[in-house]
C-alpha cells in the first residue's frame, strides 16, 4: 500500500491508514487500547499518544518531522488552557501525514495493567465495570416526538456502540435539566452490564465531567470489615480502611453466632442489620478519608466466609451449623446495593464472589483469584490462616479445597497472656541456648527487650502480651531449646536447664516477662497454652495433609501463607512447630490479605468474575469432618513438628 505505515507501541500493531486519519481512529481499527471519554472532540485528554520521530531500525521504519499533522485549533486550545505534556499530542486530532510510530503511554490504556504486589501473584488489566461517555445528544423536536431518554439511549449507540442501555427511576427524576444545563451534552457513567444485566446508565452530568467513578472493594471478616476505596478509572487504592464488625457483640467467633440465631427469634435479623450498619459506616468512614462523595461508589465487590456471606444477605445461617452445612446457594450473586441497604450510589451493583463449599467461603474464592493455584506450574499450598483455615492445593492440573477448624488461637484467643496484635504485644522471641532465658520485641518497638533503650522505647505501650504470631514464635524456640519435648509438656527446671521453668500446679508454665515491679504484667506460657496451639496447628497441617493424600503426593513445591496473620508469621518457626509441611524456607512466602487483593481484582476487572466462577465449580471439595484419614493426621500433627512425619528439609 502506498499509504503511511502506522505502527503502535507497546503492543506492536501496525497498519496503513490514509492521509488525515486521525489516531484515535486507526487504533481503533487496529484494536490497539486507546482510551477516550468525549469520542474524539478533544475535551477530555484520555488519548493522550506520544509520536516517535527518527530511525526505528527494530520496525524498520524511518519517521521524519511532518509524519503528524501540524497542531489544529481544537488541539492547541487544548494546549493554551490545560496543557499538554512534553511530547505529547490528542491522539483524536493528531492525523497521519507520512510512515509514524505511535507510543501509548499507560495512563492512556483503558486496559492498563493494575494489582501487581509480588513476582509470584497474577498481573490484572483493568477492565471495569462502569465507565465514562461523553455524547452529544439530539434536542427534541415537536415534528418528531421522542423522549430525552430515548434520544440520549440513541446517542449513546450511535456514538459510543453501546446498545440497549437501561436506566432507574431516579436517572429519569434528574435528566431533564441535566440535559438542558449541559446544552444537550452530557458525561454518562454507564455500567457496561454482565451476563445477567444489561447495560445501565448510573449517572448522568452536564457537558463534561472531569472526574471519575469509584468502586468498593470489601474483605467481611468475622473480626473487621475492611474495605479498599478504588477508582474505576485508573485502579488506583484512593483509600483503605477498617471497622471492627458489630455482630462481635453477639458472639466473637462464627459458630457462637449461628447459635445464637438457633437461640434467638429475630437473632439472624438483628445480625444482618448489624453487619449492614457497620458496612455504612465503614464506607462513610473510607469515603471521608478518600476526600470523595459516596454517592460515585457505582461498583462494590464483597469476599467473605459462608456465614457472614448468609447474615450479610439476611439469610439464616442455621444450615450452616449443622452436616451436611448446605448453603442457601454457592453461586457468584449479583445485586444491587439498595436492596442490602448500603449508603452508595442509589444504582451502585454488588458483586459477591461464589462460595466453594459449605465451609469454604467466597473469601477463599478470593485467594483462589488473587494466587491463582489452578494456573501454577508447580504444586502449591494456599493456606489462609483465621479461626477456620481455609486451605487450597493444586496446580494446572487440579485444585482441591478444605477448611480446618483451628480456634482462635493463633490470633492470641485461649492463650493465658495472649491477645490481638496490637501495640505492646509480644511478636518476635528468641530463646538464649545458654541462659534459656527469652528476649522478644513488642509492636511498636524496633529493639529487643535486652537492648539498651528497651524501656524506654516501649514506656507508653509497655509489654502487655503475646499475640498470635509470638505465641508461635514462643513454643518453637521452647521446642528448639528443649522447654518443651515433642509430645507438649513443659519439663521441670533441672530437666531444661532454664531458670525460667516453675512448677505451676501439676504441670510446669516458662516465664517470659516479668513486669509487675512496674505495675505491669507477668507474661508466662502454660502447658495449656503449649496444649492450645498444638490443637491449632494439628488442625491446619491435618487440613493440608488430607489434601496431599488425596492429590497423591506427599510433598509440595511451596507454600503461600495468606492472611494477616499470615504476613507477620515466622516460616520458620511455623515449620519448626510443625504447622505446614515440610518444604525449602525460600518456597514459603506470605501473600498479605490475599482474599482483599482477589476482591479488587474482581473489583477491577469484570472479566475475573466470570474466571473465578468457573475455576471454583473446577475445584474439588474436601470435607474434612468425614474423613477418616484427618483424625490420623490430627493425633500425629499434635506433636512438635509430628509423631510420623520426619520433615526431612527442616533438619537438614
Ligand atoms: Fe477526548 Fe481525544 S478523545 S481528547
Known sequence: SSDPLVIFTPSGKRGHFAVGTPILTAARQLGVDLDSVCGGRGIC???????????????????RDGALSEWNKVEQRYQDKRGLKEGRRLGCQATVQGD?????????????????KRAEARDIVLNPSTRLFYVEVAEPDMHDPSGDLERLQNALR??????????????????????????????VAVNLGDAENPARIMHIWPGYYDGTVYGLAVDLGSTTIAAHLCDLQ????????????????????????????????????????????????????????????RGLIVDAVFVCNPVMHHLFLGIDPFELGQAPFALATSNALRLRAVDLDLNIHPSARVYLLPCIAGHVGADAAAVALSEAPDKSEDL???????????????????????????GPAFEGAQISSGQRAAPGAIERVEIDPATKVARFKVIGSDLWSDEDGFDDAIAT???????????????????????????????????????????????????VYDGTAAGGPRITVTNRDIREIQMAKAALYSGARLLMDKFGVDKVDRVVLAGAFGAHISTKHAMVLGMIPDAPLDKVTSAGNA??????????????????????????????AIEPRFQEHFVNASAIPNAVEPFPILNS
Not at 46 to 63: A, D, M, R
Open 158 to 187: 450511535d456514538q459510543w456502540a453501546l446498545e440497549n442501555v437501561t436506566a432507574d427511576l431516579h436517572i429519569f427524576q434528574q435528566m431533564q435539566p441535566i440535559l438542558r444545563k449541559g446544552a444537550w451534552k452530557v458525561t
Open 45 to 63: 485528554s484520555k488519548c493522550q499518544i506520544t509520536p516517535g520521530f527518527g530511525e526505528f531500525p527494530k520496525h524498520k521504519v524511518t519517521v
Open 380 to 406: 502449591v499450598l494456599v493456606v489462609d490462616v483465621g479461626t477456620n483455615a481455609e486451605i487450597l492445593l493444586g496446580n494446572k492440573e487440579k485444585v482441591l479445597a478444605c477448611s480446618s477448624p483451628t
Open 595 to 624: 482474599a482483599g487483593t482477589g476482591a479488587r481484582i474482581a473489583l477491577l476487572n469484570t472479566a475475573a468474575r466470570g474466571e473465578i466462577e468457573q475455576t471454583v465449580r473446577q475445584i474439588h471439595k474436601i470435607e474434612t
Open 100 to 116: 509514524v510510530v505511535i507510543d501509548v503511554p499507560p495512563e492512556s490504556q483503558v486496559h492498563k495493567q493494575v494489582v501487581r
Open 461 to 511: 505501650t509497655g509489654v502487655t502480651g503475646i499475640c498470635g504470631s509470638g505465641i508461635i514464635e514462643m513454643v518453637a524456640e521452647m521446642r528448639m531449646q528443649g522447654i518443651v519435648d515433642a509430645p507438649g509438656l513443659i519439663g521441670t527446671a533441672e530437666q531444661t536447664g532454664s531458670a525460667n521453668v516453675f512448677a505451676d500446679g501439676r504441670t510446669n508454665s516458662y516465664l
Open 234 to 293: 485508573t485502579g488506583e487504592v484512593v483509600a483503605s480502611s477498617g471497622v471492627m464488625n458489630p455482630q462481635i457483640r453477639f458472639g466473637e467467633d462464627l459458630m457462637s453466632r449461628v447459635s445464637y440465631s438457633m437461640m434467638n427469634a429475630s437473632g439472624a435479623d438483628e445480625m444482618t442489620r448489624a453487619v449492614r450498619e457497620g458496612m455504612c459506616a465503614l464506607f462513610e468512614q473510607i469515603a471521608e478519608e478518600g476526600g470523595i462523595d
